[in-house]
């Protein structure tokens, strides 16, 4: 646990940091999701050997949907405030991002930037499938 904990230290800390300079979804994928994922979308062997767990493919997502991109599922699992626990799948290490993305002094701001984030990190993995997503 005490390793997994340190393992993960770096990603919470990169979150937290309260300025996220740049809020392009290609900025927001690389600090946030690459150290896993993989700047590819295919998955960084390095990490999966570390936390011991595959990542999965975000590069198939459409491939494995019919062809169809699952925007609203990437959504939900980025945002993963909807889960019960503290990660976005129940059971799976997937970080639960939307309290993290949220940034500005009233509960509205806050929301709004945790959306807007979401939304572009969204797009982002929309233009990493291996197949012309619909
Ligand atoms: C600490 C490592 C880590 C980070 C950082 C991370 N993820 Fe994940 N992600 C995982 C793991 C582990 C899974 C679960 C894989 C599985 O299904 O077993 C996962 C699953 C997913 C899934 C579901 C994939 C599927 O096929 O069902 C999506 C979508 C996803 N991550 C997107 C992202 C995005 C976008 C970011 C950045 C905001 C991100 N992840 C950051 C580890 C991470």
């Not at 600090?31 to 011991?52: F, I, K, S």
């Not at 639960?96 to 959306?115: F, I, K």
Request: proline share 7%.
């Amino acid at each position: 646990m005490r390793r997994l904990v340190l393992t993960l230290a770096p990603f919470v800390l990169t979150a937290v940091c309260p300025a996220i300079a740049d809020d392009t979804g290609a900025d927001l994928y690389a600090t946030h999701c690459a150290a896993c994922h993989g700047a590819d979308g295919t998955g960084e062997p390095a990490t999966e050997r570390v936390l011991g767990v595959g990542v999965g493919d975000l590069s198939t997502l459409a491939e494995s949907n019919g062809g169809e991109y699952p925007a609203g599922f990437v959504a939900r699992v980025v945002d993963g405030r909807g889960a019960p626990g503290p990660h976005a799948i129940p059971g799976k290490r997937m970080p639960a991002w939307g309290r993290l993305l949220q940034e500005g002094d009233t509960a509205e701001v806050r929301e709004e930037a945790a959306s807007r984030r979401i939304q572009a990190i969204t797009d982002y993995v929309r233009s990493l499938q291996v197949e012309t997503p619909r």
